[in-house]
Structure formats: structure tokens, C-alpha cells
């Protein structure tokens, strides 16, 4: 049996903002899982980014499976969920088209840790961090009812797992990230 391929493509989240190479997520996985991931994650990128770069950074890679980890950028500037969902949607058609599975990635959540309290800031904190929230549970439903793989990223992170920004996960954050797609990738591998 071949070595499987995975690409992931997302935001900062996924590209692994302020940690070295080695700790991302990505990386973990691919070698508790001996499989090859390719970290296509770009910081500040929205759904709509990923989208438009879908075939250069993804498809073009010929993946066994795609991990498709966006939404809070979108959020970041006030864009509905459904136009966000509709993205992933997009890009979940897409890769299906190329015979490659997708696998949809549930954001990590929003830990204000008081880097985002200046008063002059633009960004409305507690508003924020619900969208977020409400953005995984909808995400969540949609992968449920319309029956896609996916990987729940939320899943026992703890303020302590994050940078003082609250919202990029630290080492201890993209380790437990890696466990979680470990554990779902193990599942749909033997289902597949």
C-alpha cells in the first residue's frame, strides 16, 4: 500500500503562525501517522483566498485527502457564515471532482488573554470570540448533516494552548491539534 498524501489548506492556523516547523500540527501528524502532509496554510488568508488558490495549492499536489481548515479570518472581517460555508463547500466539490476526499477542519476556538483590550482597537473581543464559536457549531452541523469527514480541532483546547494573542495555538496547542486529526484521520482511514 502506497504512502497516503495529505494536503492542508487553511490560515494562520494551519500554516502554524509563531511555531517552528516541526511543531505545526501538520508536520506532527505526518510523522505519528507516517503519511506525507503538505502544509499549504497561508496566515490572514480568508475562505474565498483558499478557494482561488485551491488547484495551485492543493489539487495540484494529486492528495489521497484534503483538510480544509478556514473560516476565522472570514470572521475576523465580519463575514456571514453562510458565504463562509459556501467557500468550504465550494472547495469540498472541488476536490471531490478530483477524486481526492475532503475533510473539513473545525477552527480552534478564541481564548481572550488581554492582548485585544486597547480601546482604541477596531475589534469588538467578546463579539468576536462568539462568532467564532457560533461559526464551529454551524461548521460542525453542516459537516454532520451533510455527512463529510471532519476534524474537530476545538476538542479539549485550554487557554494554556495558545500565544498570548489567544487565538494562534503554541506548541502545546499544534501538538494536541495533531492528536485530534490523528485520531479522526485513524477512524476515517479504517471506514474508507
Keep these: 500500500m502506497s504512502r497516503k498524501k495529505i494536503v492542508c489548506i487553511g490560515d494562520s492556523l494551519t500554516a502554524g ?9 501538520s508536520n506532527l501528524l505526518s510523522s505519528d501517522l ?42 475576523w472581517l465580519n463575514l ?17 471532482h478530483h477524486n481526492i476526499i475532503p475533510i473539513i477542519g473545525i477552527p480552534t476556538p478564541f481564548f481572550n488573554q488581554g492582548d485585544y483590550t486597547d480601546e482604541s482597537s477596531f475589534i469588538d473581543v467578546p463579539s468576536l470570540s462568539k462568532r467564532i464559536s457560533s461559526f464551529q457549531k454551524t461548521l460542525k452541523q453542516f459537516a454532520l448533516d451533510d455527512n463529510q469527514y471532519f476534524i474537530d480541532f476545538t476538542l479539549n483546547m485550554k487557554p494554556d494552548m495558545f500565544l498570548n494573542d489567544g487565538l494562534h495555538p503554541n506548541e502545546k496547542g499544534h501538538k494536541l491539534m495533531s492528536e485530534n486529526a490523528k485520531l479522526s484521520l485513524v477512524s476515517f482511514f479504517n471506514h474508507i
Excluded: C, V
Excluded at 80 to 96: D, E, F
Design 17 to 25: 503562525y509563531g511555531i517552528q516547523i516541526n511543531y505545526r500540527w
Design 34 to 75: 507516517n503519511i506525507e502532509a503538505i502544509n499549504s496554510g497561508i496566515s490572514g488568508d480568508t475562505t474565498s483566498g483558499m478557494l482561488a488558490r485551491f488547484y495551485e495549492m492543493a489539487i495540484k499536489h494529486n492528495p489521497n485527502y484534503i483538510i480544509i481548515t478556514g473560516g476565522t479570518n472570514d470572521i
Design 80 to 96: 456571514p457564515n453562510n458565504i463562509i460555508i459556501g467557500n468550504i463547500l465550494a472547495m469540498i466539490r472541488y476536490a471531490k
